[in-house]
């Protein structure tokens, strides 16, 4: 899929503690540099991700997380091409995470998603009724994006989601 944008101001909290070290202020002597405290970071950011994406359960083959300050790339094999997509948004749904390149492969290859950034005022129903034409298919997409949405309610401005085809 590539490059995909995501709001880095929003989303899921993992609670990780950072290192700091000002980014312009020259190591100490024997101490960590910049460069080494951000490293250090994002390998936190990484493990953290590895945790979250196997607690949600997706099988990923070989899965890889490498993190670059607000960019993460995913590598792999999914299951499927929902565990694939779900996985992407996931990871791009946390603060602090701006872009996901998706490198991941998928076993049985179908149809992808189309994604969709949520705006103020959004419903699922809304949503709904501007991709299938029905507000009554709400439970879709409410579907295909758990188990990140626990609440059919509970969506908020930046988040993306996944807008499956319409089964046949």
């Not at 998603?113 to 997409?141: F, M, Q, R």
């Amino acid at each position: 899929m590539g490059l995909i944008d995501f709001l880095k101001s929003a989303g899921k909290k993992l609670h990780i503690i950072h290192n700091d070290a000002p980014a312009a202020a020259p190591a100490a002597p024997g101490g960590p540099t910049p460069q080494q405290v951000q490293e250090l970071n994002d390998r936190k950011h990484e493990v953290a991700l590895v945790k979250l994406i196997a607690e949600m359960g997706f099988k990923i083959d070989d899965l890889g997380v490498n993190v670059v300050g607000e960019k993460v790339t995913l590598t792999g094999t999914a299951d499927t091409q929902a565990t694939r997509e779900k996985t992407v948004l996931m990871v791009g749904n946390v603060d602090g995470i701006g872009q996901v390149d998706d490198q991941l492969k998928v076993a049985n290859p179908e149809p992808e998603a189309t994604y969709y950034e949520v705006v103020k005022g959004d419903t699922l129903s809304k949503i709904a009724a501007h991709h299938y034409g029905n507000a009554n298919k709400y439970p879709v997409i409410f579907e295909a994006n758990r188990p990140m949405l626990k609440d059919p309610d509970e969506i908020y401005p930046g988040q993306k989601l996944r807008i499956p085809p319409l089964p046949k």
